[in-house]
């Protein structure tokens, strides 16, 4: 009889589980009368240093300094692509928790690896996606995928010369960042950014975005830069409206990873002057 009970139990549990899968799954349906949100990001303050990585530490040199690289060999990671009114390339603004909207059609992710550099820098993801990365490079790059900024490692990616390598991203839990960095030339670094859902958009060289069709309703709307802070705000949709929307990022906040601070010697002080050198040739 407690057996029958269990076995019960434990059948009644595993129904309730897929059914809450299944109805917090995001559905498609048609979308009327609705809103759009549209803006930009802005970086205000100084624009912080770009991170260096000496090139002659690292394997490969002379592919690897085929692309920014200063005349002191050091790779140089620009990290905040400003436009000339402030306007903050890469940021990914994505709205939260909305069940059912239009179609959630996107593109594959994929990564060219080439002269030792990663591109595009940051890349939209679905739970479970599988990632592509076409090595052009004629050399092996031995990368991991780390979450949330280098923590735990989500896969391993051994990346042939001359080839395409995949991998699933299966994040843990609530977690929405991972960093793809090769083991063998830290500076390769690209990043990934968890939606769950098609209302995201990702900001053009003038930092500009806008999500269409976005059904009435209240929403958490976030800004993403993978070295920021996340800005959110609430947000309430009706019919036909249009939300204009700006986030502002401080440039005097900048969240790096604890690895690459400069008490931990990655980033040099030569940062500082190479930044200077890169703003006077622009």
Known sequence: MRIAISILLFSSLIFFQLFLSLGLAYQEMGVENGGVIKGKAFLTGKIPSPRIYHEVLFPNMELCAEVDTDDNMNRVLNDFLVYQDGGLKDVVVSIEHVDAGKVFLKEPVRILSKDCKFSPTINVVRQGETIHINNVDPVM????????????????????????????????????????????????????????????????????????????????????????????????????????LDFNFDGNEVVRPHYETILSGRIKEEAFESREKILQSN
Not at 197 to 210: F, I, K, L, M, R
Not at 227 to 242: D, F, Y
Request: net charge neutral; aromatic share 12%.
């Open 141 to 244: 790059h031995n990368s991991q995928v780390y979450e949330s900024k280098r923590g735990k490692i989500i896969s391993n990616l051994p990346i042939p010369a001359e080839e395409i390598s995949s991998s699933k991203i299966k994040f843990t839990g609530q977690q929405k960042i991972f960093q793809l960095i090769c083991g063998m030339h830290e500076f390769m670094q690209a990043w990934g950014y968890r939606v769950q859902n098609p209302y995201y958009s990702v900001t053009s060289e003038s930092g500009a975005y806008q999500i269409n069709d976005l059904p009435p309703g209240d929403y958490v709307i976030n800004a993403w830069h993978f070295l920021m802070k996340v800005r959110s705000q609430r947000i309430h949709v009706e019919e036909n409206s249009v939300i204009d």
